[in-house]
């Protein structure tokens, strides 16, 4: 293992900022050292937006993009090196996400893609850079998706407990935990997506912060159900998702079949709507002792409570809890994968993408 200091950046489907962070990774250890959030301008975060939603654009606009995008990120490290006090020198390589504008895992031309010109990060860095970690899964038929299943079972497995993991970002995934068996991860559904973006049209407010609004409203238990038929909650795994699929364009589909609902009560719903797809899919794996929660949804209480009554018997906790930040759980995550590559290690797990084997992951930028 090329043990050493490793920079992770993820910018995920919420949009809500660039997160980075440091941490020194050797064969048994991840440890966190700093962490930080790049803001994203607006007028960034909305082409993003209509891009993910599959509006036009052209090339050009496309190739701009991937400069900006380069360049956010490599300020966000710069600004995360800086605060830490650490010069890049003593930093072996960031493990660079991107920015995933489109996630089509199925069909006849499957596809992903996570932009932000990851040249630009290595040179204004001057830190070798690993990115495009999706795609080579994808090439021996995976989904490219959910990769973090197997940082979580380095990180967070226990030898006899059956544990889950569940991360609540834009889309939600859930790592599964179970000893003795193969591991296996999936996305559930939507996330934080919809509540965000409900609240985004009715309110001009980024999310409903301590899911307060939402805690006023009350479930449309017809809008719900009908929600909750989606095709895709009851695809079995390997399946993974993303705002291609649930958007706006989506809850305003279902919007249509019903007399206006007060847009509280959309809120309460769609809140309800992401505990019970986990919940569902929580049990239909079997259920688990502890589901260990990270992600900004961990920081909604509604959603969180709603978790705990669904699943009785479950400890619904936050993975601070057994020591890894959930809010960094992503960027250490791509932090491991670089890891990984530069030690010549597979990153993918064939039982959670459904690829035909495990393969190293990403493209090296060198310095
Ligand atoms: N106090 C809070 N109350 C309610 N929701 C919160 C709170 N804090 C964070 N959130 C939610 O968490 C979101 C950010 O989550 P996170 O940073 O995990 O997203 P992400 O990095 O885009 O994730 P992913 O890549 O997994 O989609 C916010 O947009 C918001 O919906
Ligand atoms: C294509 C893509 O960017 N997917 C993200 C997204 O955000 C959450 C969920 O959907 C998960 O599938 C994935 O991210 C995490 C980091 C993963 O690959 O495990």
Redo the contacts with the bound molecule.
Sequence with gaps: MKTGRYVGV?S??SLDGIDVVLAAIDEHTVAQQASYTHPIPLDIKQQILSMCQGQAVTLSQLGELDTRLGRLFGEAVIKMLRNAGVNGREVTAIGC?GQ?VW?QPGGEFPC?L?IGDNNLVAAMTGITTVGDF?RRDMAYGGQ??????GFHHALLAHPTERRMVL?I?????LSLLLPGQPIR?Y?TGP?NMLMDAWIWRQKGKPYDLDAIWAAGGKIHSELLRRMLADRYFSLPAPK???REHFNLGWLNQQLSQFMPIPPRDVQATLAELTARSISQQVMLSGGCEHLLVC?GGARNPLVMARLSALLPGIEVSPTDKYGVSGDDM?AL??AWLACRTLSGLPGNLPSVTGASRETLLGAIYPV
Excluded: Y
């Design positions: 993820m995920g489907t996400h995933t996630h992903t996570q999706r490219g998706a959910p990769l973090v299943p991360n970002g834009g889309i939600a995934n991860g996305d996330g993974s998702t993303g992600g992503e995550a791509f």
